[in-house]
C-alpha cells in the first residue's frame, strides 16, 4: 500500500483512491473548501488517484490555484447550462467574453436574444448540475483525436488552436454528453460550485462567483458599466479584425498579415488617444489631467502620446509625476511587516501638492519638486513652472483619480483618465485571458530589462502589488471621466520571446515556480512576433524597449 505523508504525519492508503477521498478526512482542518492536492511538488486534480508514496498538502479556494480552478468548473457548467436550455447537442454557442470584478461577461452566437426568463432558465438548469453532483471526467486525448472530436462538435475556435500545439497530447473533459477543453485545472464533479447567480447583462449573460477574498460568499458589487463599456468597445475593435481567440492570431501571424494587423491596432489606439484629447480640449477650464491605472499598464507611454495630441489642439502639455509628492522615506507609513508602504495614501504629501497645484492654477510661478529615490528625500533642484492660458499638466500617477489627492482644486479643472490593459482577447472561446496575466507578464519583461530584477522577483512580488492595486485604483476607476484600453491584440506573441527565458530561469521547489510554469505554459499557445515590426511609439515598446519616450 502506498505511504502519504501528510502534515509530518504518514498513513497508508489503497492503491486507487481519489485525493477527494484523503481531501474530505481532512476538510475539517480548512476554513475553505479543498480543490485540489500538491503531490510530491506537483499539481493534481482531486478526481487523480494515488499510486505511489510521496507528501501531500492542500490547495484550497482561497488559494489562487484552487480559486482558478472553482471558477474555470462554473464556467464549463455555465456553457453545458446554456446548451441544455438551447437543447441543442452540437456547438455550444457561448463566448466567455471577459471578467468585470467577480462576474463572468458571456455571449451568445448565432443573434440569439438573451432575455431575462432566458437568463433564469440558464440558472436553474446551473443550480440543476450543482444538485446532481455530476463527476467531471477527464481524459487524454492524442492532439489529432481531439483536433476531430472539436470539428464534429462544431468548434472551430478549438480546431484552430490545437492547430498550432507542438504537444502531442491533451486533456479533455467531459461533463455527461459535453466534451471541452480548458486551460488548466478542474473540480472533481459539480457540487463543488455552491454559490453563484446568472444574471441578463445587456446582450449576454453575468456569472457572478465569489471572490479569491471570500471564496466562500457571493459578493455582488455596484455596476461598473464604464469599465464593461471599455472592455466591450476592445471584444468589437477584435471581431472586426477577424481576431477572436488566440488561434484566429496565429492564423494571421502565419498567414503574413501581422504587419497590417500591428498598424490597424495601433491606429485604432491612436485614434482613441485622439478622442481623449478632444474632450479635454472641449472642456477650457481643465488644467489637470489626471492619469491613473494599475501596474505595467502603459501609464507613461499613453501620457506621452496624448501629450502629442493635445498640442495638435494648441494646448501645451506639462508631464508630472506624482512620485515627486512622496513624503520623506522616514516618514513612509509601514506595513504589517515592517516595509514601507509607497502605495498607500499616506505616502504621499497631499497637502504640499494641492499648494502647488493651487498657486499654479492662480497663475503663479511654483519650483517644482524631485524626488531622489536613491536618498529617499524630496529635493527642489530649481526647476520652476508658470500656467499660461493653452498650459496644461499631465500628471501620472498611482492615486490620481481618488479626490483626497486633489481635494483643494475645483472640479472642473480636472480631467481624469484611468487606463488599464485590459485584455479581450481569449485562448478560445471558453477559455478567456486574464488581464492581470498580460500585465504580469508586461512587467516581468519591463522589470529585467529596466531593473535587472529576476522573474522570481517580479512574480514574489505580484500579490502584494495586486493588493495596493485594490486598495489604492480600482475603487475610483468608474470616477473616471475617460478609460483608456492599452493591451494590444498581438502583445503576447511580441513579449513571448522575451518572457520565456525569464520564466524558464525559476527553479522546481522555488514557491515561485507554479506560476511560472503555468505562464509558459499559456505562452506556448501563441506563434513569436518580432518586435522590430512594432511603431517607436507603441506602447508594447515601454516593456519590450525601443520606444521613442523616455520609459
Known sequence: MPVIKINGTAREYDKGTTYEEIAKEYQHEFRYRIAAVIFNGKICELMKKVKRDGELSFVTFGDDIGHKTMRRTAVMMLIKAIRDVEGKNSAPSAKIEFLIGNSYYCTLRDGMEVTDEFAQKVAERFKQLVDMAIPIVKNVYPIDEAIELFREQGMT?????????????????????????????????????????????GEGLMLTLPPKSEPDKLIILEDRNKLFNTMKLASDWGAMMGIDNVGDLNNKVCEGRINEMILVQESLQERRIGEIACKIHDRPDVKFVMIAGPSSSGKTSFANRLSIQLRTYGLIPHPISLDNYFVNREDTPLNPDGSYNFECLGAMDIEKFNEDMGKLLKGERVEMPEFNFITGKREMNGEFLQLGDNDILVIEGIHGLNEQMTYALPAESKFKIYISALTTLSIDSHNRIPTTDGRLLRRIVRDARTRGASAKKTISMWDSVRAGEEENIFPFQEDADEMFNSAQIYELAVIKPYAEPLLFSIEKGEPEYYEAKRLLKFLDYFVSVDSSMLPRNSICREFVGGSCFKV
Do not use: C, H, W
Open 157 to 201: 475556435d478549438k480546431v484552430a488552436l490545437l492547430k498550432y500545439r507542438r504537444s502531442s497530447e491533451i486533456n479533455i473533459y467531459k461533463l455527461q454528453d459535453f466534451y471541452d477543453y480548458f486551460y488548466g485545472y478542474m473540480l472533481p464533479n459539480t457540487s463543488y460550485i455552491e454559490n453563484f447567480m446568472i444574471t441578463r447583462k
